[in-house]
Nanobody, 125 residues
Framework: QVQLVESGGGLVQAGGSLRLSCAAS????????MGWFRQAPGKEREFVAV???????DYADSVKDRFTISRDTAANTVILLMNNLKPEDTALYYC???????????????????WGQGTQVTVSS
């Protein structure tokens, strides 16, 4: 089990950028698949990006070419760099962790065992 704390959310104008961080503790994330999800008001939680323990990444079509997921292994942290933000990106962003890989790619929401509390991102038009 790993504990996750997200940070970096805030209010930004459309076209702006934010850098979300997910700090992990309890275990090293070297062997973990790390994902980002988001949930907008009145909507279900949805997949945003994933970084597998083998170095693979994947993104939701809605954020491809705008968002980048990366790892700072030394800091045991996962980063989500979000550029060219749009009002429809407004949501509560969650970090999730799964020890090892999964059969599905990208992993399904219920493949992840550990979740953070989320950080709010609000994009104004």
């Amino acid at each position: 089990q790993v504990q996750l704390v997200e940070s970096g959310g805030g209010l930004v104008q459309a076209g702006g950028s934010l850098r979300l961080s997910c700090a992990a503790s309890g275990r090293t994330i070297r062997t973990f698949t790390m994902g980002w999800f988001r949930q907008a008001p009145g909507k279900e939680r949805e997949f945003v990006a994933v970084s597998s323990w083998r170095g693979l990444t994947d993104y939701a079509d809605s954020v491809k070419d705008r968002f980048t997921i990366s790892r700072d292994t030394a800091a045991n942290t996962v980063i989500l760099l979000m550029n060219n933000l749009k009002p429809e990106d407004t949501a509560l962003y969650y970090c999730a962790a799964r020890d090892g890989g999964s059969r599905a790619w990208p992993p399904r929401e219920d493949d992840y065992a550990d979740w953070g509390q989320g950080t709010q991102v609000t994009v104004s038009s």
